[in-house]
């Protein structure tokens, strides 16, 4: 099932690369002949084309990127999922059992060892 913000970032990509065609036929093959346009004409168009599509390109990948997004998980079902792992490491903790007394050797850190030797 698709949720909302999948819908959404669908929609968003779908009228960003749509508006962005729709610019680009309409600048270039319906406004004339572009080769009779002057060079001051030019100066203009093609900075504002390029932002202008690069807006779009950027807006149509946000919305691919909310369309292919998995939805999040419900809060509910992340915080019973963390207690049932709480409850899974209670039962597999063992109980604590009395440790053999360490001899002398043992309990000295390891640089007093070695200096020993």
Do not use: H
């Not at 779908?14 to 508006?19: E, F, K, T």
């Amino acid at each position: 099932m698709v949720s909302k913000d999948q819908t959404i970032g669908g929609l968003i990509c779908l009228v960003c690369v749509v508006v962005g065609v729709l610019y680009t036929i309409g600048l270039f093959w319906l406004g004339g002949n572009p080769f009779d346009w002057g060079l001051q004409f030019w100066l203009i168009v093609i900075p504002v084309f390029i932002a202008f599509v690069a807006v779009m390109g950027i807006g149509a990948w946000i919305g691919w990127t909310m369309a292919t997004t998995p939805p999040p998980k419900p809060i509910e079902e992340i915080t019973s999922e963390i207690e049932e792992k709480k409850e899974e490491e209670k039962v597999e903790e063992k109980p604590v059992e009395e440790a053999a007394p360490e001899t002398e050797e043992q309990t000295k850190p390891a640089r007093k060892r070695r200096s020993e030797k």
